[in-house]
């Protein structure tokens, strides 16, 4: 997979510093962010959810790092999610596999795109802690999401949220999901897809100088800066992606002119 020319490779490279602030700075937010922006392109999205899986790995161990001292990873909340997430994962990943290059993946990404951001614009706000036993189907529909699209998804994030009342205990718990997601995604891959090729590991060599500094940034202006008017600026972009690529699976399918 190539990102073939200066302007695509450049956006590649803006797209993940600016997913990695985020991610450093709220816990979530980087796979749809680079998905939402590469899917601008014409770049294969199965061979590009690749480079991002192993991006994702590489951030979630950054963050882990970086918040290692302040805060303890709750594994009690995250151990039904990861049963969970080991059998989502796999499907998802079949999901893009086979429909990848049909109009129907980018309509899914494009509705997985505006719910993501349609959650985070009007966040519901959880009061009482979600019970235990919705672990394992939340962990299982997040993981269909990571497996598919390279990014587990807001499910996870109110469950980990309503059970975590500590912020950055919180975003350490949620590293460490979405790496285990990461880790089965790649499993799949090798075991599926078309594997690692020298190509891939080019681009996520190119990206994970960029991640790694811009995830610090984002983890240590989290307390800082606020919150809100940035996140509501950055899923409305995000909810505006997604309605494109919508329009643009219509269009393939000859519903719009």
Not at 49 to 67: D, E, H, K, P, Q
Not at 83 to 105: D, M, N, R, T, W
Not at 163 to 186: E, M, N, P, W, Y
Not at 194 to 200: F, K
Request: glycine share 12%; charged share 10%; aromatic share 12%.
């Amino acid at each position: 997979m190539m990102l073939d020319g200066t302007y695509v490779l450049l956006l590649y490279l803006s797209v993940v510093a600016f997913a990695a602030f985020v991610e450093g700075f709220t816990g979530l937010g980087f796979g749809i962010i680079v998905m939402a922006g590469i899917a601008f392109t014409s770049c294969d999205l199965e061979r590009f959810t690749l480079v991002l899986t192993l991006l994702l790995m590489f951030l979630n161990s950054t963050i882990i790092w970086a918040g290692r001292k302040e805060s303890k990873i709750e594994w009690r909340t995250a151990g039904l999610i990861l049963v969970g997430e080991a059998l989502g994962v796999p499907i998802g990943y079949g999901f893009i596999l086979h429909f990848g290059k049909q109009p129907v993946f980018r309509f899914a990404l494009g509705i997985v795109l505006i719910l993501f951001a349609i959650n985070h614009i009007f966040r519901p706000q959880i009061k009482k802690a979600l019970n235990n036993s919705l672990g394992i189907l939340i962990g299982l529909i997040s993981g269909f999401i990571a497996g598919a699209f390279a990014a587990a998804g807001p499910l996870i994030a109110l469950f980990v949220y309503s059970r975590h009342r500590d912020a950055v205990g919180a975003k350490l718990t949620l590293q460490v999901l979405f790496f285990s997601a990461s880790i089965c995604r790649l499993i799949s891959i090798l075991i599926w897809g078309e594997g690692i090729t020298m190509n891939i590991l080019k681009l996520t060599g190119i990206g994970i100088p960029i991640v790694f500094i811009f995830a610090v940034i984002g983890h240590f202006v989290t307390r800082r800066v606020s919150h809100g008017v940035f996140l509501k600026i950055v899923f409305i972009s995000i909810g505006l992606s997604g309605f494109v690529n919508v329009l643009r699976a219509l269009r393939e399918y000859g519903l719009l002119m």
